[in-house]
């Protein structure tokens, strides 16, 4: 009961206000915000299994197979979840969810005139293994225009939501695509005060993970907070 | 130490990917305690409502036990309940949970606390969640709570769910104001 969990770092975490991304700006606190003290109900957090997921929750390419496979690139995506101290995280879930190859959504507010693909529904969950690894196949997801300033685009990105193993660890965070030319002109990806925080958010190439004839492989890791501030109890 | 992943927006399409089934829905009908509803607006700055936001509530059973290891007492906690929670906002900014309303803690033996839901909010324009708490007007230990009692009284009210009974169910009712007046208290989350 008396272990202290890390909390959100602010020197890598962006604001809530961040007046180039124009939504921020009536849906920022304005007060400060208040440091709880770490109770069971911090210490503790919602625990996910095999039983939560479906069997092709980790292939994109064929969980929303209608006719035929779905259009694109074909990549694998894989990395591992570490805490801060760098140990793994085991059996954190991971939902994904992402645009199509030609940049659209299966949403009701995604406007976008691109195609939809009738194979790609474009979601799926995985759990981290006991080193805390995890990996998925997808298609690459394409840019789309968006409405926060005139000719605005999204980078290509992969939405990640995780719950690590207490309640502080939880993450909702975007994958980014390594020499992508929109980054430069994102609100969202530079609403990260420091370059190295944004370089994080940027898979890397990785020639090992890809599969000769099949698919490219892509490598991101991901740090969770609500890490033991003292890794060795005494 | 490593540095920490930084937080992008949960944006305006998760809702394929992460409200998937009843997961508003906490407890069965055998579950422990006191069965209630949760229902509240999550508004903005201007006081209009945010219809793409998605809340996440984390709490103990009836009796104050958590479904986690680090509980001591998490072999007894209720098999007909599960502490996490998830809702989305409609589209007048309205979210709705069936619960039950959560037992006390243990934290400290000389100090009583009072019961509590942690809650998240995470919408587009939000680069990184919030987190504020539900905390219930019908409970005597609001008075000498330590979380509580260090909050500006002026702001206090806005963690504090209002009690509306029925003839069939007891609601709680909770609005989450993310700027301006009466804005919520968030906490470091």
């Given at each position: 009961m008396s272990q202290t969990l890390t909390t959100i770092d602010w020197s890598v975490q962006p604001p809530y206000l961040?007046?180039?991304?124009?939504?921020?700006?009536?849906?920022?606190?304005?007060?400060?915000?208040?440091?709880?003290?770490?109770?069971?109900?911090?210490?503790?957090?919602?625990?996910?299994?095999?039983?939560?997921?479906?069997?092709?929750?980790?292939?994109?390419?064929?969980n929303a197979?209608?006719?035929?496979?779905?259009?694109?690139?074909?990549?694998?995506?894989?990395?591992?979840?570490?805490?801060?101290?760098?140990?793994?995280?085991?059996?954190?879930?991971?939902?994904?969810?992402?645009?199509?190859a030609c940049g659209r959504y299966i949403h009701k507010n995604d406007q976008h005139p691109a195609p939809l693909d009738p194979n790609f529904a474009g979601t799926g969950r995985v759990l981290t293994d006991a080193n805390g690894g995890y990996r998925f196949t997808t298609i690459k997801p394409g840019a789309y225009p968006w409405r926060n300033?005139?000719?605005?685009?999204?980078?290509?990105?992969?939405?990640?939501?995780?719950?690590?193993?207490?309640?502080l660890s939880r993450l909702v965070t975007q994958m980014y695509f390594p020499g992508d030319p929109l980054l430069s002109y994102d609100p969202i990806y530079n609403g990260i005060p420091d370059e190295e925080g944004r370089r994080r958010l940027i898979s890397q190439y990785d020639h090992e993970v890809t599969q000769p004839e099949w698919a490219l492989g892509y490598r991101f890791d991901i740090v969770l907070s609500g890490s033991a501030m003292t890794p060795f109890e005494t | 130490m490593l540095k920490q992943t930084p937080s992008q927006t949960v944006g305006p399409f998760f809702h394929n990917a992460l409200i998937r089934g009843d997961q508003n829905i906490l407890a069965t009908e055998q579950a422990r305690g006191e069965r209630i509803t949760i229902r509240g607006r999550v508004l903005d700055g201007d006081g209009a409502p945010i219809p793409d936001a998605m809340i996440e509530i984390w709490q103990p059973d009836a009796r104050g036990i958590f479904q986690h290891r680090t509980d001591p007492r998490h072999a007894e906690a209720d098999p007909h309940f599960r502490g996490f929670g998830r809702a989305e906002t409609v589209n007048n900014g309205e979210f709705c949970f069936v619960?039950?309303?959560?037992?006390?803690?243990?934290?400290?033996?000389?100090?009583a606390v009072a019961p509590f839901i942690n809650v998240r909010i995470f919408a587009r324009g939000m680069l990184i969640h919030s987190l504020t708490r539900l905390y219930f007007a019908d409970e005597a230990a609001n008075a000498t709570d330590p979380v509580l009692s260090a909050i500006d009284p002026a702001r206090r009210g806005t963690l504090i769910a209002r009690r509306v009974e029925s003839a069939d169910s007891t609601t709680y009712q909770f609005d989450i104001v993310l700027q301006g007046d009466g804005e919520t208290v968030f906490f470091t989350p």
């Open positions: 961040h007046p180039a991304y124009t939504s921020t700006v009536k849906r920022s606190p304005q007060r400060p915000l208040i440091p709880l003290p770490q109770t069971l109900a911090e210490l503790s957090g919602p625990v996910f299994g095999y039983d939560d997921l479906a069997p092709l929750d980790d292939d994109l390419t064929k197979v209608a006719d035929g496979e779905p259009l694109g690139e074909r990549i694998i995506v894989t990395g591992r979840v570490l805490d801060e101290n760098n140990r793994p995280v085991p059996h954190a879930l991971i939902e994904i969810w992402q645009a199509n300033h005139p000719n605005a685009w999204r980078p290509a990105h992969i939405h990640f939501s995780l719950f690590g193993t207490n309640f | 619960t039950v309303k959560p037992g006390q803690i243990a934290v400290d033996e000389n100090q």
